[in-house]
């Protein structure tokens, strides 16, 4: 889909894509202002970058536009649209489903100091009923923030842990 971004993949059951049930594809952005802070939503004691997953129909960067408005009210216009970063994961009987699931998320770095406004934004009502929220951090502290934020749900190892390898893809660039 694209080329030259570096990617990560997690494949811990060794499947193959003849394997794969279904292939879920989401955008996610890395929301930076000129004063170097990085904007996460927060819902259910769990950070996350901006984002969600491709709809039918929909280019990468239409699917990163969409959600980005949804999640912040922040409509991107003439923003650079290159992924910098891939992960990838395969996961055997995806959440007790009885299917194989291959996960591609791509990451993009939107430099904006456009405000969120949550009253253009579309919540979802999962995002709604774990009261999510946006936080604009330091981006010198976001990792230790993240870090510290592992105990608060059990998700958030996983979560956590891709988020660290995005910036720190990010940082070195």
């Given at each position: 889909?694209?080329?030259?971004?570096?990617?990560?993949?997690?494949?811990?059951?060794?499947?193959?894509?003849?394997?794969?049930?279904?292939?879920?594809?989401?955008?996610?952005?890395?929301?930076?202002?000129?004063?170097?802070?990085?904007?996460?939503?927060?819902?259910?004691?769990?950070?996350?970058?901006?984002?969600?997953?491709?709809?039918?129909?929909?280019?990468l960067?239409?699917?990163?536009?969409?959600?980005?408005?949804?999640?912040?009210?922040?409509?991107?216009?003439?923003?650079?649209?290159?992924?910098?970063?891939?992960?990838v994961?395969?996961?055997?009987?995806?959440?007790?489903?009885?299917?194989?699931?291959?996960?591609?998320i791509?990451?993009?770095v939107?430099?904006?100091?456009?405000?969120?406004?949550?009253?253009?934004?579309?919540?979802?009502?999962?995002?709604?009923?774990?009261?999510y929220?946006?936080?604009?951090?330091?981006?010198?502290?976001?990792?230790?923030?993240?870090?510290?934020?592992?105990?608060?749900?059990?998700?958030?190892?996983?979560?956590?842990?891709?988020?660290?390898?995005?910036?720190?893809?990010?940082?070195?660039?």
């Open positions: 889909m694209v080329n030259n971004v570096k990617e990560i993949i997690y494949n811990h059951d060794n499947l193959k894509d003849e394997d794969i049930d279904e292939v879920v594809i989401r955008t996610k952005g890395l929301l930076i202002n000129s004063k170097n802070e990085i904007t996460l939503g927060y819902s259910y004691k769990t950070y996350q970058f901006t984002g969600g997953h491709l709809e039918k129909g929909e280019s960067e239409e699917c990163l536009i969409r959600e980005i408005k949804e999640e912040t009210g922040i409509e991107l216009n003439n923003y650079n649209m290159t992924p910098f970063f891939k992960t994961y395969y996961t055997k009987n995806y959440h007790n489903s009885g299917k194989n699931r291959k996960n591609e791509y990451f993009y939107i430099k904006t100091d456009e405000v969120y406004n949550t009253n253009n934004s579309n919540l979802t009502e999962n995002e709604i009923e774990g009261n929220e946006l936080k604009t951090i330091p981006l010198e502290d976001v990792e230790n923030i993240l870090i510290s934020s592992i105990k608060d749900n059990p998700i958030n190892e996983v979560i956590v842990g891709e988020m660290l390898e995005v910036i720190k893809e990010y940082k070195s660039l």
